[in-house]
C-alpha cells in the first residue's frame, strides 16, 4: 500500500497567526488535492499549489471538487473552509471557523446579551452609515428612522438618475416574479449580499444569529452587516440593471435577469473588497478598538474572578503546598 502520510499534523502553537498568513482565496471550476502540506488546484490551466500554512480561508465556489486527502490537510492546518456561490455571493455551508480561539464569539455573545453595549454596537453600526455626523445623541428610535429617510432618499436618487418609476420597495415573498423589475433586482442583489455577509461572518467563528439591530432569526448578524453595504451595492446596481432590462429588453423581463444581478454584483465585490471590508467591519464593531488585533490563538481556563487563566498547568487548592501541607511560612 502506498504511504501517504503527507505532513505531520502541526501543534497549535506552531500555525502561523491569522495576520501572517493570507486571506481569503476563492476556487471555481477546479479540482482540490493535496501533495505533501501543500494544497494542490487543478484546472484547465494546470496544476498550482498553495502553502497550506498561508491561507486562512478557501472559498469553493461552484465546480469545485475536493478530495478527503485535501480536507485532511485543510483541518490540520486550521483553514477555514466555506462552499459559496460565484464569488461568494450566495453562503451554502462552512466546515470550520479560520480562528482556533472563540475571542469574537465570546465577545458577540457579550454585547449582545448586555443592553448599555447592544445599544453601543448599534449606535456604532448607524455611524458607519452617517460619517459625517454626530448620532451620539440620538435615541435608537430617532437612529432607525434616520436610516429609514436615508435609504428612501438612495432609492430615490438612483430611481431620479437611471429614470426608473419608483412606488417605494414592494415584492412578495412567496412570488419573485410578480415584483418590478427593479424590485426583483433589489431582491436578487440582497440575498447576494447576505450570502457573503454569511460565509465572512461564519469563517471569523462568529454567530450568524446574535444580531444587534436585527434579532430573533437565524441570519440576524448577516443582515445587520449587510445592511452596512446596501447603499453602495446593490441598491445602485438594481436600478442600473433595471435599466439596462427597459433599453435592451423593452421591460420584458430576461429569463436569467437574477443571474445578471449575481454576476454584476460580483464584479462590484471583487472591485470594491468588499469582503475583505466586511472582516474588519465585523472585527472593528466587535472590538474596543478602532483597530482591533489579533489575540493569541491558545486554549484557557474559565475563571470566575480572573476570566480566565493559563491552560496546561496544575493547579491546587490555594493555601495547600504541593504535598498537601499549609503554603504560608
Not at 188 to 216: E, R, W
Request: glycine share 8%; with cysteine.
Amino acid at each position: 500500500m502506498q504511504n501517504n502520510a503527507g505532513m505531520i499534523k502541526p501543534e497549535l502553537a506552531e500555525l502561523p497567526q491569522i495576520r501572517d498568513r493570507m486571506s481569503f482565496i476563492y476556487l471555481e471550476h477546479c479540482a482540490i488535492n493535496r501533495e505533501d502540506s501543500a494544497v494542490k488546484v487543478t484546472d484547465m490551466g494546470g496544476d498550482v499549489f498553495i502553502p497550506a500554512a498561508a491561507i486562512t480561508t478557501l472559498l469553493l465556489g461552484p465546480g469545485c471538487k475536493i478530495t478527503h486527502r485535501a480536507m485532511e490537510l485543510i483541518g490540520d492546518s486550521g483553514i477555514g473552509i466555506v462552499w459559496v456561490g460565484e464569488h461568494g455571493v450566495r453562503y451554502y455551508a462552512h466546515g470550520r471557523a479560520l480562528n482556533s480561539h472563540t475571542r469574537l464569539l465570546l465577545k458577540q455573545a457579550e454585547l449582545v446579551s448586555n443592553t448599555r453595549k447592544h445599544l453601543s454596537v448599534v449606535r456604532k453600526m448607524y455611524q458607519m452609515r452617517f460619517p459625517e455626523e454626530d448620532v451620539s445623541g440620538l435615541t435608537l428610535q430617532q437612529l432607525r428612522g434616520r436610516e429609514g429617510s436615508r435609504v428612501r432618499a438612495t432609492y430615490r436618487e438612483y430611481a431620479k438618475k437611471w429614470k426608473i418609476p419608483w412606488k417605494g420597495r414592494e415584492y412578495d415573498p412567496e412570488d419573485f416574479s410578480s415584483g418590478t423589475p427593479v424590485n426583483q433586482a433589489l431582491s436578487a442583489g440582497n440575498v447576494c449580499l447576505y450570502g457573503l455577509a454569511h460565509s465572512v461572518i461564519c469563517a471569523l467563528g462568529c454567530s450568524a444569529g446574535l444580531g444587534f439591530v436585527h434579532v430573533g432569526h437565524e441570519c440576524s448578524f448577516a443582515y445587520d452587516i449587510a445592511d452596512l453595504y446596501k447603499a453602495e451595492t446593490t441598491i445602485p446596481i438594481a436600478f442600473e440593471t433595471a435599466a439596462k432590462v427597459r433599453d435592451e429588453f423593452e421591460d420584458k423581463i430576461p429569463q436569467d435577469f437574477s443571474g445578471m444581478i449575481r454576476r454584476r454584483l460580483r464584479d462590484e465585490i471583487v472591485k470594491s473588497h468588499l469582503l475583505e471590508r466586511m472582516v474588519h467591519d465585523i472585527k472593528y464593531l466587535l472590538s474596543d478598538d478602532e483597530n482591533p488585533k489579533e489575540e493569541e490563538e491558545a486554549v484557557y481556563l474559565w475563571d470566575n474572578r480572573k476570566d480566565r487563566v493559563e491552560n496546561g498547568k496544575q493547579y491546587r487548592e490555594e493555601g495547600v503546598g504541593e504535598n498537601g501541607s499549609d503554603n504560608h511560612e
